[in-house]
């Protein structure tokens, strides 16, 4: 029953490669969907080699844009994903105006219930609890069953003495369920708080863009917290910010790297390293080094 | 058709007022959530520093987080009520306008919830109950509020205050502004003033994120269900605090100061493992259908 589900593809794989951009005007001859157009190098590449590069530009490394589908199919061992809570969906709370229609086409459109993926699997032959946004749903925004799933996963892991592995991607708490949005806030730090205390490692890696409410929650509350080269990470995006103290702000503000250096982050991992970085840290979190492939 | 008597004119002067209450009925209610919002944020409404001359004595005022700074947008120490020393943490918008300028018109910064958490830990460690008073547009969005992680201020909040081992009271006096209210407002109990408002974004910028029109502000207002009545509703709030005239707030001081003595005490004799489960119950449920 549950196999069915691993590795399902996202059905929109296609639309969602390079943020949607395609190379029109550089390859007029081809057919779109062939190749992307590098927001960073500007270059045309072909699509098949940056997804064969698990969505990194060749050329400049330019970390693309990815369902949590193709994320979790990446990072776990084959055959190892155990999805959760997946009958869960959003309903329209507070009637409020279009959303019912706004929920629809997202669904439509990634294939997905909700925003965010939760299971179990294993990294590197090491079990995890594991979430992944998806930067798709309604921006990777936070109702009230992220919130409910993520939530269930840090009881789920707390129960089980899992570690959780968490990746972010969100424009923040989802205002068409109001303050119930809001309060997935409390109630997943609450969980986060529930797990830890039981002494179980978190660890989140924070992928392009986090900001808003997961930024102010969950994101912020890994016990190692991991970022994607370039990713932005904020709490207010650069554009409230210039709206707010009418400045332009300097380039790189609000990027991994200017975390890691204000002290936020504790390591930026190349996404083709994490699934080997990530299964280093599980390893020196077990009782007892278990020296696979010792020197 | 001329012979109208007292009797006709009455009704039909009835009829014209019931139909006309049908046709302000929607008006009315799509004005008033917004008139709430237009109150929560009048200048002339009590701020924190005048909840806290009202229900508390002996109030010391503490600063500092001990890392960076000591943000003014946060009042924090300790007092009493009556003979029941708490902590007191308090979002101050200011009152006159230079006061509001250094206050940064209660917008805090990282330091000011890293203070407010450090006095938590204290009330913690001498088992006083807290006392949390929000009023703020939101945490403030500016350079050296993010450079000091505002998110991760806020995050770790959250994270602490819901199993701070003492009992914890929050008390939404005007504007109830996202996660820069929330970071102050995982508590127990959470009770708003009557015209107090509690949201995840402003109507307005929800207005023109949605609809590209910050002027349909007032339908956003009431589609956000901000209001106390509508939070109660919900389950989101507890107690909703009558209110009078700004002037007359010595009246609701009194009531107020009752209502949270009693509370606080009932909580005090509570064991504090169930104070914390309750707590960690209180936001669970939220959203579950
Ligand atoms: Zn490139």
Known sequence: ?295 | MANLSLNSVKESYASVKESMKEIMQPYAEKVQPYARVLAARAKNRPTSQSFIAGLTEDFLEFHGDRRFGDDAAIIAGVARINDMPITVIGIEKGITLQESIKRNFGAAHPEGYRKALRLMKQAEKFHRPVLCIVDTSGAYCGIGAEERGQGQAIAENLMEMMTLKTPVISLLIGEGGSGGALALAVADQVWMMENSIYSVISPEGCASILWKDSQKMQEAAEHLKLTAQDLFDMGVVEQIIPESSPKEFSKVYAVLKTMLYDSFQSAMQKPVDELVANRYQRFRQMGIQ
Do not use: W
């Not at chain 1, 032959?125 to 799933?149: C, H, N, Q, R």
């Open chain 1, 1 to 295: 029953m549950l196999e069915k589900r691993f590795f399902r593809k996202p059905k929109n794989e296609l639309e969602h490669a390079g943020n949607g951009q395609s190379s029109r005007q550089n390859q007029p001859s081809v057919p779109d969907d062939l190749y992307v157009s590098c927001p960073e190098c500007k270059q045309s590449i072909l699509k098949a080699d940056m997804e064969e590069n698990g969505f990194v530009c060749p050329k400049c490394s330019h970390h693309f844009s990815m369902t949590a589908r193709r994320r979790i199919q990446i990072l776990t061992d084959a055959g190892s994903f155990n999805e959760l809570f997946s009958d869960l969906s959003p309903t329209n709370l507070l009637d409020f105006p279009g959303y019912d229609e706004k929920l629809r086409k997202a669904q439509a459109e990634s294939g997905e219930q909700e925003g965010v993926i939760c299971g179990t699997a294993q990294i590197g032959g090491y079990p995890v609890a594991l979430f992944v946004m998806d930067p798709g749903f309604i921006l990777g925004s936070m109702g009230t069953i992220v919130g409910e799933k993520i939530t269930r996963l840090f009881e789920y892991a707390a129960a089980q003495k899992l570690p959780v592995i968490g990746y972010t991607v969100s424009g923040g708490a989802r205002m068409q369920e109001g303050i119930l949005s809001l309060m997935q806030m409390a109630k997943t730090s609450g969980a986060v708080k529930l797990h830890s205390d039981a002494g179980l490692l978190y660890i989140t890696v924070l992928t392009n863009p986090t900001t808003g409410g997961v930024t102010a929650s969950f994101a912020m509350e890994g016990d190692i917290i991991l970022a994607e080269p370039k990713a932005l990470v904020a709490f207010a995006g650069p554009r409230v910010i210039e709206q707010t103290i009418r400045q332009k702000l300097p380039s790189g503000f609000q990027r991994a790297e200017f975390l890691l250096e204000k002290g936020f982050v504790d390591a930026i991992v190349h996404r083709n390293d994490q699934k080997s970085y990530l299964t280093t840290i599980l390893k020196l979190h077990q009782k007892h080094c278990e020296g696979k492939g010792a020197m």
